[in-house]
């Protein structure tokens, strides 16, 4: 109680009283972000009628909520771990943390429990089924059809694992054989209960099952010629015992051991992919008794331990194809196609040079390589439905391409369209950017849809027709970005193994809109008729769901977009929908027109709350710039306020973005601070120059700085900034550039270029600092100048401004010797410097007691330089804030 009241006491003196005339709403405080309400959606029933989701009070724990979307009737349970709804959608399963199974009649609202289950599973896609395992050594395992009632029980069981359809039911069972204890595992036909004992070898990972569930692969041991192995056995239903389908004799194995990792069966099920390995090649680093030196050289393939296989099922020889292999390069092959959905394989050579690919076309029967193009840069690889075409973006040319597999004709298909194909990232960036992407393909590869930035083409594979704009033109007119919700006959956002469904003449797409101006969001209807009518459904200042422009937002405790959830029999929607104002609660729809509310939580009414604004302006030579402004419900603009500048890279989209209030994990917790008196702002940085990052983030912070200024209520000499990983360096780097800043604080950050790229892998250095994130597009022996020049470390004898550093003692991102370094230099130099390191938490602060503890000292520090308060016993003399 003790520790409560301290925690309140503490946070009281960042209260901001109210002027006269104004309704004082409290300050966030510690109690509030501890009670904060998290839905956390989970489900709906294949009918539609029924939705499921998590509540998460803090301190009030954790709550599962079972309503009907027709509002009949709402039911809550506390402590369940995992909760599913029947295919007939007439229950819920669940289990809690007090062992017990409950099964929940949803139409009688009465509940049957089972006492004592450690366990409980149902098959994916037919939850009639249900079987779980009883606590104890007995190993009983019951068996229940929830549509007829049927229950069985088998003694011994150790694991289980059902077929995704409800077809089979294989059992890990430990059995007895004269005075020797045998592990066996037994398939059991759910339809017929025809029981097969498919192996007494031990199981090594979890088996897998094709398509139709008539087959299965799965890992185990053998012992041969007083030696282990790994090998893969298969099964049919019809079968009496699985057999060794490969083994390390396999012709084709070439020394080869089978890896237990990766484990498919192809589309059509007539082959199995996995991976093998060299076993007789040692780690780089590996030290022998013999020796006390461990030996590296420039051979070192690190990238790649591993590599693809496939083996026909029907081939009695058993012959191993190798689909992927070191090639005459120092490099590997990449596969780029791990959908095991073709007859092919598309595999990408990066070469020696690790700048120019080489892109081939591997049969998954024979192992044939086929060179479909050389000198690219190739990205999105991948198949039309039926397997006429590959096709890929090359991202040095801005254009997509494809590949004809019957005669290898390869054509730009795209240098028809004059709108950029590429993610506007790369204007940030600096390199060429990645693809907006593929939409999907026509019935029968008569055409694939392609994005651009705002818009949808429709194009010919072979490059002979013209592409067409499928949306008019609307999305580039009207600055709306389009993208495609597959909701079509399952739930979007499946699982990765299924094909993609081909798009018919017939078919209406869902598409959201997102309008890059005005930040606000929506859904439209598009009908893929010759006509290609485009209708909007809705779009208001609310945020349903988009896909992001840019990397990710990385701002404290902004709400994840989720994604809408679709019932698998019916036509209806799970949405949320939120603005800086609005909570995210849930929302039920069909027709993304209207939506019923199925929660109504407001936490932020009874707080000062923030309101956002865009604010734009220009660079000196003209180009454009945008971001967020934070100013607190009680604003008022007579006053003078404080000002901190949030950096990292751009995130003006999130306007409307809701944030909740969190503690600090390394990034500012701007509805922390904006509820307790302070305007916030985040400026987009997107100027960036290639080998010159940190001018640009100097350039766009700086001209924010400029333009907010303009205001009366800013208060000039109280301006503050912080940035976190990637921020944290713009943050040092700015503070070596000027002294506008009264004080700043940078989290989890690089300081020294230099050192860390000697630190790093060539692969790492490569995908960073040559054609990543630091944008500095050469190598540190090639332009050593531009590694020292974006280094704050090699300036730091220019920064005046106070400076509060953090850096996780085992950061797995940026080593803490990155701060710790730059950190002694400002002390050797005497700057006003302090640096607060945890033990625990990688790249951000994870542990609750860490984050309250970072949250009051950046809020004491900022407090102090900018609101002129007491200095804290911590920053005059170490210790306790």
């Known amino acids: 109680m003790k520790k409560v009241l301290f925690v309140f006491l503490v946070f009281a003196q960042f209260i901001i009283f109210p002027t006269k005339g104004q309704v004082q709403k409290k300050p966030l405080d510690f109690g509030a972000i501890n009670s904060w309400p998290v839905l956390h959606p989970e489900q709906v029933s294949d009918d539609g009628r029924y939705v499921m989701y998590q509540l998460n009070s803090g301190k009030g724990g954790l709550t ?52 004592g289950v450690s366990s409980f599973e149902m098959p994916e ?4 089924w249900l079987g779980f395992l009883s606590k104890g050594d007995s190993g009983v395992f019951t068996l229940l059809n929830l549509a007829n009632g049927l229950e069985r029980r088998f003694q011994g069981v150790v694991e289980y694992f ?50 139709t569930g008539s087959k299965l692969a799965f890992f185990s041991e053998l012992r041969k010629d007083s030696k282990d192995y790994t090998v893969i056995r298969y099964f049919e239903n019809d079968w009496d015992t699985a057999r060794i389908i490969v083994g390390p004799f ?24 996995f991976t093998v390995f060299n076993a007789s090649s040692p780690s780089p680093s590996a030290v022998s008794i013999d020796s006390p030196v461990a030996i590296r050289d420039y051979n070192e393939r690190a990238d790649k331990e591993t590599f693809l296989a496939a083996v026909s099922i029907g081939d009695s020889a058993g012959r191993v194809i190798s689909l992927e292999r070191y090639g005459d390069s120092r490099e590997v092959f990449f596969l780029s196609n791990l959908s095991y959905f073709a007859s092919y394989f598309l595999v990408d050579d990066l070469g020696a040079s690790r700048k120019k690919h080489k892109l081939f076309l591997v049969s998954t029967r024979n192992g044939e390589r086929r060179l479909i193009k050389s000198d690219i840069a190739p990205l999105g690889i991948g198949f039309s439905p039926d397997e006429k075409y590959a096709i890929w973006y090359d991202k040095s040319e801005r254009n997509w391409y494809s590949y004809r597999i019957r005669d290898g004709a390869v054509k730009n298909i795209t240098k028809g369209i004059s709108a950029p194909l590429s993610l506007e990232y790369e204007l940030a ?18 055409a694939v849809l392609i994005y651009d930035r705002y818009d949808i083409w429709s194009v010919d594979p072979d490059g002979i027709k013209m592409p067409v704009n499928i949306t008019g033109g609307f999305g580039q007119r009207n600055k709306i970005r389009f993208r495609f919700l597959d909701v079509r006959d399952r739930p979007f956002g499946g699982s990765s193994d299924e094909r993609p469904l081909p798009i018919g003449l017939a078919d209406t797409l869902l598409l959201t809109g997102f309008d890059v101006v005005n930040k606000v969001n929506g ?48 036509r209806a929607f799970l949405v949320s929908r939120m603005n800086e104002g609005r909570f995210p609660n849930l929302y039920f729809t069909k027709d993304f027109r209207s939506f019923k509310a199925l929660t109504q939580y407001e936490p932020q009414r009874s707080y000062n709350w923030y309101s956002t604004e865009l604010v734009r302006w220009a660079l000196p030579n003209g180009q454009p710039m945008e971001g967020i402004l934070y100013k607190p419900e009680d604003f008022d603009p007579s006053k003078k306020y404080p000002i901190l500048f949030y950096v990292y890279e751009r995130n003006a989209d999130c306007q409307h973005f809701y944030l909740r209030p969190s503690l600090s994990d390394g990034r500012l917790n701007i509805a922390w601070f904006v509820s307790n008196g302070y305007v916030v702002f985040v400026p ?29 209520w800013v208060d000039v000499h109280k301006m503050g900034l912080q940035g976190h990983s990637y921020g944290g360096w713009e943050t040092n780097f700015i503070l070596t550039q000027t002294d506008i800043f009264a004080a700043a604080s940078s989290a989890s950050c690089v300081s020294d270029l230099v050192s860390i790229s000697a630190m790093e892998s060539t692969t790492k250095k490569n995908t960073y600092f040559e054609s990543g994130q630091g944008r500095i597009g050469s190598s540190l022996s090639e332009r050593p100048d531009l ?32 701060e710790n370094e730059w950190y002694n230099e400002l002390v050797h130099l005497n700057k006003k410097v302090w640096m607060l390191s945890y033990e625990r938490g990688g790249h951000t602060l994870g542990a609750t007691k860490d984050r309250l503890d970072f949250s009051i000292r950046l809020a004491q520090f900022f407090d102090y330089y900018l609101r002129g308060a007491a200095t804290p016993k911590w920053m005059a003399r170490g210790g306790q804030p």
Not at 173 to 200: P, Y
Not at 701 to 712: D, G, K, N
Not at 789 to 817: C, E, Q, W
Request: glycine share 8%; net charge neutral; proline share 5%.
């Open 64 to 115: 599962w909520v079972v309503q009907a979307t027709g509002f009949e009737w709402k039911r809550e349970f506390a402590a369940l771990k995992v909760a599913y709804f029947t295919s007939d959608s007439r229950r819920l399963v669940f289990d809690n943390k007090n062992d017990s199974l409950g099964i929940f009649e949803l139409q009688s609202d009465s509940v049957k429990y089972f006492a």
């Open 125 to 128: 896609e037919n939850k009639d």
């Open 162 to 211: 059902f077929e995704a359809k409800g077809k089979d039911l294989l059992l890990v069972k430990d059995s007895v054989a004269g005075s020797t204890e045998i592990r066996e595992l037994v398939n059991i036909e759910l339809g017929s209960d025809r029981i097969a004992r498919v192996c007494k070898s031990p199981l090594i990972g979890t088996p897998v099952f094709d398509k």
């Open 250 to 273: 396999n012709t084709g194995m070439d020394g080869m051991s089978v890896s237990a990792g990766q484990l498919a069966f192809s589309e059509n099920s007539n082959q199995l992919f």
């Open 429 to 446: 960036s600096g390199f060429p950017g990645e693809p907006e992407g593929v939409v999907g393909w026509m019935e029968g590869d008569r």
């Open 523 to 570: 859904f439209f209807s598009l009908e893929v008729s010759g006509a290609n009518k485009l209708r909007k459904l809705v779009m208001d200042s609310d945020i349903y769901y988009f896909p992001l422009r840019y990397r990710f937002p990385s701002i404290c405790g902004i709400q994840e977009i989720f994604v809408p959830l679709k019932a698998k029999k019916a």
């Open 684 to 712: 987009d940085i997107s100027c960036y120059q290639i080998g010159y990052p940190g001018k640009g983030a100097y350039e766009s912070v700086t001209s924010a700085v400029h333009r907010l200024q303009m205001y009366p």
């Open 787 to 818: 590694f020292v020049r974006n280094s704050p470390i090699f300036y730091a004898g220019k920064m005046t401004t106070p400076l509060l550093i953090m850096h996780n003692v085992k950061d797995g991102i940026v080593p803490f010797n990155q």
